[in-house]
C-alpha cells in the first residue's frame, strides 16, 4: 500500500507542482515582508519558545512539548496552542472544567499530564494569548509555542524545528506537490533543528544533507511505555489486541505496537477525529484495545466501566540519541541572554 501510495504521489507531483510554484512564492513574499520588517511583529516580553515544523502533518511536536515542560518546570511556564480541533475560538485558559471540545484533544493531553508544572491556554491569535495570559499570570517568565512555526506575527526567543526521519524536509515539496507548509528556506528561522522518530542513530548516515545544515542538528527517538488500562491493569508482551488511533499517520503507531504486541485488527481515523457513540459500537471489545493518550482523552467519557477495562492507553515520549546536554544549554544560554537584555532595557 505504501508502494502504491508513492507511486501515486510521484505521478501526479508534475501535475500538482505549477499550483505548489504558486503557493511556495505566496509564503516566501510572505516571510520576506516579515524579515524586512515591513510586516510587524510583535516581540514577546518574556522568553519564549516555538516548537514547530515546515510539513503538515505529525512530526512530534506534542512529546515534544511535554519534554520541555519537565525540563524547564522550575521557570513560571506557560503553555499557549491553537487547540487544534476544538469547537470553541478565541482565548481561553484549561482548567478543570476543560474537555476535548472545548480547549482540543493535544492540548487536553497535555494538562492532565502537567497541570502542577505549567499553565495552559489556548488562542488562534497568538499575540492575544500571550497578552492575555501575561494579564491572568503576570509572573510568568517562560513560554512555549505549540505549532507556531509559520505564525510570523509573534516573535520568539528561540525556534526549535521538527522534522521526522521518514520524511526529512530536505526530501520533501511544498503544497500539494509535497508537504511542506512553505520553502525549505524556513529552516533558516530556526535556533535548532531535531530530527525525530529516527529508528537507530546509524540511520541517519544515509542523509548525507545533515552535515550541510548550518544550523544545530539533534536526533530524538520515539520511547513507549507499557500501555495501561485506566485501572491501572497493563498487557503482557505478545497478546493479542486490536489497534486504535486518529493521528497524522496511525500505520506509525500501529507498527510500534506491533514490536510487543499481536495485532488482529486496525481501528484507524483521521487526525483529531471526534469520537461519537457509534464510533464505539462499532469496535470488538473481545480483545484488548492499545489506543492512544490523544485519543483516549475524547474517548474516555463515551465509555462505561466494563468498556474502560478493555482500553490500554500507550504513552510515547522522546529520547535524544546524543548531545542532549547540548540542547538544553542552547536554551538555557538563550534564556540567559534574554534576562540580561531585558535588564540592560530596563535599566536603560
Known sequence: MKNRLTKLAIFFRPILWPVALIYGFITSVRNKLYDLKILSTYEIPVFSVVIGNLAVGGTGKTPMVSYLINKFAHHQLAVISRGYGRATKGFRSVDENANSMTVGDETLMLYNNHKSQAKFFVSENRKDGVLEALKLYPEIDFILFDDA????????????????????????????????????????????????????????????????????????????????????????????????????????????????????????????????????????????????????????????????????????????????????????????????????????
Do not use: W
Open 149 to 348: 512555526y509559520q505564525h510570523r506575527k509573534i516573535k520568539a526567543s528561540f525556534n526549535i524545528l521538527l522534522s521526522t526521519f521518514s520524511k526529512p524536509f530536505f526530501k520533501d515539496y511544498i503544497i500539494p506537490a509535497g508537504n511542506l507548509r512553505e520553502s525549505k528556506n524556513g529552516v533558516n528561522r530556526a535556533d535548532a533543528i531535531i530530527i525525530t522518530k529516527v529508528p537507530h542513530r546509524s540511520e541517519l548516515n544515509q542523509y548525507p544533507q545533515l552535515a550541510q545544515i548550518d544550523k544545530p542538528v539533534y536526533a530524538t527517538k520515539v520511547v513507549a511505555a507499557s500501555p495501561q488500562n485506566p485501572f491501572g491493569k497493563g498487557l503482557e508482551n505478545g497478546v493479542k489486541v486490536n489497534v486504535l488511533s486518529a493521528l497524522a499517520n496511525n500505520r506509525l503507531f500501529a507498527e510500534q505496537v506491533r514490536k510487543d504486541f499481536m495485532v488482529c485488527r486496525e481501528y484507524s481515523f483521521l487526525d483529531h477525529h471526534s469520537y461519537s457513540e457509534k464510533d464505539i459500537r462499532n469496535i470488538d471489545f473481545s480483545l484488548p484495545i492499545i489506543t492512544t493518550e490523544k485519543d483516549m482523552v475524547k474517548i474516555l467519557p463515551l465509555l462505561d466501566d466494563n468498556q474502560k477495562s478493555q482500553f490500554y492507553v500507550q504513552k510515547i515520549g522522546i529520547e535524544f540519541l546524543e548531545n542532549e546536554s547540548d540542547f538544553l544549554t542552547s536554551i538555557n544560554t538563550a534564556f540567559k541572554r534574554f534576562q540580561e537584555q531585558k535588564g540592560s532595557i530596563i535599566n536603560g
